[in-house]
């Protein structure tokens, strides 16, 4: 399964990604310095022999500054950018490779650039020339040739759908809205327009080329038989590890309810002006049902608006987020949740502060919180479980990533069926700061441990306090993800006598247990039947997480 996952889609320049995140940051740090001042990249950059050593290729040194970065100006003297060979797209591609793992802002800063590029080279028929600005040749003629035009719309529908690489806010409101209008351009040109796709066509007259015999008809779907989005041979791409769930509305039902949809078709159009709307105290459950869009606000659902229920429309594109970068290396988290009997259904919590310091996608304070088919998105500190006072959440069927203690905190937690996706070698999955008084930390049952094709050495957990409590139990281990030793004691010998890490059942090629720490342990099969859901989270209380819940789905 590993194989799969890190592909990047529409990639066709295969020097251009390699298992290294180090090499893949290097390429995008010269990437960046070869983009022209229109925002599109010229042809072949990545195999094209370097004038100044005929042994290297351009992408293997930075644009000095004084060269041409395009061979092809317009009139005026503009460097072109192109869509031939796959130039633009794989750039583009590779950029949002290693934006999503580090956050770095340049990249973004090129990724809209590129964005606006390709938005202001369409022609108001819905075409796309094959190179931009116009040169007044054969170039400005609408291509399907070497799938030009097609790959422009593909990436484009990428990134309106936030489908991987693209999965994390990168436009703002207004580029969203000229994005959408674009592709239903770019469709209606391909629907309505034509019957047969030949290489070429007119751009004033939509006419093909007839001395041009090949069509292209294979590469894209009409809008009515794919609802607006284009159909495309398989390509390799990053592996879904949570599948993708539609819920409507119609399928709700609740004492309350209350519809977020940020096209303003529902009550709100954003997520926190619905939980103010919740009374304070209230004692009945509320639904708050969101319609897909990227929600790009800090939420806080506060200590005393207890009993709601987030419900996402599309989990890959009901997507909660935030950026709040505070200097001081520990930065704002994005949802926060203080209130009990708290529930989240199939959406996205995400937050964009990447590489630069610590942020939490979500926060969880209070009690008896359920997690169903959720996504945790985020780099260091995904998951904070930050209650103090024997809080206790349930997560079932979530995906959850990070390279470095991404899943931290008191509280004791129970993740049942989740994927947790490492994104760095060497990293820490865990950092539980159990209070000794507490049976229980954090829980792993029938979870997949698994991260990108390079990934490996990364410790299940560190504790942060003395006392942390972690199980992991009928684990599926990809290969070398899991040190060998399973878990790091943070430098501290104490802490190899005070910790509690436990570990049954492990299986898969990453599963090997005869080099883990002596100072952890392998639980027996009668020890390891303890470690239930109901056993663990039922308190005193008796909650069942798995059978309460604050709405009803059919």
Known sequence: MRGDIGMLPMLTAANYYCDDMNVNMVIADRLLTWQTDGGG???????????????????????????????????????????ENGATVNE???????????????????????????LDMQYANGGWPLTYPLLGNDTDRITFDGAAMIRAMKILSLIERTEYPFDYVLLDAVREQKLKESLQRGFKFIECT??????????????????????????????????GQLKVVPENRYAEQVENKIIPLADITADTLIVVAKDGSGDYVDVQAAIDAVPADNTKPVA????????????????NKPMITLVGENKFRTILTYLDITGTGFNGGSTIVEADDFTALNLTFANEAGAIGTAAALEVRGDRG????????????????????????????CY??????????????????????????????????????????????????????????????????DYANDVFLHSLIEEGVIHPQGWHN?????????????????????????????????????????????????????????????????
């Open 370 to 397: 359920y997690f169903e088919g959720v996504r945790l998105l985020g780099y260091q500190d995904t998951l904070y479980l930050n209650s103090k006072q024997g809080g206790r959440f349930y997560f079932h069927d």
């Open 400 to 465: 959850i990533e990070g390279p470095v203690d991404f899943i931290y905190g008191p509280a004791t937690a129970f993740l049942e069926n989740c994927v947790i996706f490492n994104k760095r070698s060497g990293g820490y999955i865990t950092a539980a700061s159990t209070p000794k008084e507490q049976k229980y930390g954090i829980i792993f049952l029938n979870c997949t441990i698994t991260g990108y094709p390079w990934v490996k050495d990364v410790y299940f957990g560190r504790p942060w306090r």
């Open 288 to 303: 708050i049902y969101i319609k897909e869009g990227l929600y790009h606000q800090k939420l806080v659902i506060p200590k």
């Open 41 to 83: 990249w010229g042809k072949d950059i990545h195999n094209r022999p370097d004038p100044k050593n005929d042994q290297k290729v351009l992408i293997d040194r930075a644009w000095d500054a004084k060269e041409p970065r395009s061979r092809i100006v317009d009139q005026s003297g503009n460097e072109t950018g192109t869509l």
């Open 92 to 118: 583009m591609i590779l950029l949002a490779k290693v934006y999503r793992e580090t956050g770095d802002r340049r990249y973004k800063d090129a990724l809209v650039k590129a964005v606006d590029y390709l």
């Open 490 to 554: 943070w430098g501290s010998l104490d802490k190899e006598q005070t910790a509690r890490y436990r570990e049954y059942g492990s299986y898969g090629p990453g599963a090997d247990i005869r080099l883990r720490a002596n100072w952890t342990k392998q639980l027996s099969s009668d020890e390891a039947m303890e470690y239930t859901a109901k056993n663990i989270l039922s308190g005193k209380d008796g909650w069942a997480p798995t059978i309460k819940r604050n709405v009803v789905m059919r």
């Open 194 to 227: 034509l019957t047969a796709w030949g290489k070429h066509h007119d751009p004033e007259t939509d006419i093909p080329n007839h001395d041009e015999d090949r069509v292209y008809g294979e590469a894209v779907s009409t809008n009515s038989q794919n609802n």
